[in-house]
């Protein structure tokens, strides 16, 4: 199913820098991260409801899908079936308001979720876990409100973030040893409703019966069930593939490697990528709204260190609106993002209402170091902090 596939991408990310940084981190030389770490959860909701917590993922001393129990203890999931059969109630009596509860986190690749008021509903097929999709109508899990955080806590420490990719929904933050992302400014909820109705994109909000807002749906999960035109972000495409027809894009995917560049030139369908030889390293097919909008599909970013590395670098362009006014990719200036009129409006008003400008508003807004996510090399304690509505 694609959407497990997409939704893993900014944990795959976290990991990959994982295991780049692994051999080479902050932490003193002779220490270890220990086999769990606390993971403690306060709730500052304001609300009323019962919360339930589930801690998922991929276990990494082993590979096996599962989830973990609040001492940590890590338990595979059962085989599942087709239909989809119910999983194990993987979840953990969560705090009430103004209250905290601590957890263990094992060394995992995977996911918090909460959920205010209801359980969430987790089936297994012959392929593994289902996760909630809620763009999906008949989803067992549309009408209840909850959000998520992705971690990796491995030899390399704690990585951890606060992320808008899929949908924007029940507000959080996230720390790890009292460094914290992921707060939004205060009446930052209500705000990025308000900007998404006012730029014509309010058709993302899902809202339950009573009438209030639940999440509002990524611009891909917007094109995929019609919420927003399928052609939204066509013009802007248009605009780049004339102008480097008659001009060269040039792509520095690696901050640590300014010398490692690669030259954009359009030719019909195609945009070609060489590197510094002449060589054509890559190529692309243009792009429709899709593409860009899930960093997938015509802009495709396999883990290797070429294709990857540019599609990433074009994703954040298209997302940013940034490869018009700039040649030269990535952009590093923040203050010039999101200001054409064709951009994206989801991710562009996520990042306004953010206390520290920081989101994950598509897969890879991790370009430029953007994106809500604490490491540490040396992780103590962590937090999942359930912030107001308000």
């Known amino acids: 199913m694609r959407f497990r596939t997409r939704m893993l991408a900014v944990v795959a990310a976290a990991a990959t820098v994982a295991g780049v940084l692994s051999a080479h981190t902050d932490r003193p030389a002779d220490a270890a991260?220990?086999?769990?770490?606390?993971?403690?959860?306060?709730?500052?909701?304001?609300?009323?409801?019962?919360?339930?917590?589930?801690?998922?993922?991929?276990?990494?001393a082993t590979g096996q899908q599962g989830w973990a129990d609040a001492s940590g203890t890590f338990h595979a999931w059962p085989a599942g079936g087709n239909p989809p059969t119910p999983a194990p109630d993987a979840s953990i009596a969560g705090p009430g308001n103004g209250q905290s509860v601590t957890i263990q986190m094992p060394k995992f690749s995977g996911r918090v979720y909460f959920s205010y008021g209801q359980k969430l509903v987790f089936k297994l097929t012959t392929g593994g876990l289902v996760q909630p999709a809620v763009q999906n109508p008949s989803d067992p899990n549309r009408n209840i409100l909850f959000s998520w955080s992705e971690y990796t806590l491995n030899d390399g420490g704690l990585w951890i973030n606060s992320t808008q990719v899929d949908m924007f929904s029940a507000p959080y933050a996230v720390s790890v040893n009292g460094n914290t992302t992921g707060h939004l400014k205060a009446g930052g909820y209500n705000a990025v409703y308000n900007a998404l109705n006012a730029s014509g994109w309010g058709g993302l909000i899902q809202k339950a019966s009573d009438g209030s807002v639940l999440r509002a749906l990524s611009p891909l999960y917007g094109v995929e069930t019609g919420a927003l035109p399928a052609s939204a972000m066509d013009d802007y495409i248009n605009r780049v593939w004339s102008k480097y027809s008659s001009q060269t894009l040039t792509v520095t995917p690696f901050g640590d490697q300014p010398n490692t560049k690669y030259f954009g030139r359009v030719s019909g369908n195609a945009m070609n990528f060489t590197d510094g030889s002449g060589a054509v390293v890559t190529s692309f097919q243009k792009p429709d709204s899709a593409s860009v909008f899930g960093c997938f599909n015509l802009l495709d970013a396999p883990n290797d260190q070429v294709r990857g590395p540019i599609s990433r670098t074009l994703c954040a362009g298209y997302n940013r609106s940034t490869l018009l006014t700039n040649p030269n990719q990535p952009d590093p200036n923040d203050a010039g993002f999101y200001q054409d009129a064709v951009t994206n409006q989801y991710s562009k008003n996520i990042h306004a209402q953010m206390a520290d400008g920081r989101a994950y508003g598509f897969a890879f807004d991790d370009v430029g170091n953007h994106e809500a996510l604490v490491h540490d090399g040396n992780p103590q304690q962590a937090g999942l902090i359930l912030d107001p509505f308000n």
């Open 33 to 60: 991260v220990p086999a769990t770490i606390p993971l403690t959860i306060t709730n500052n909701s304001g609300r009323g409801d019962a919360v339930y917590i589930y801690n998922l993922g991929t276990n990494l």
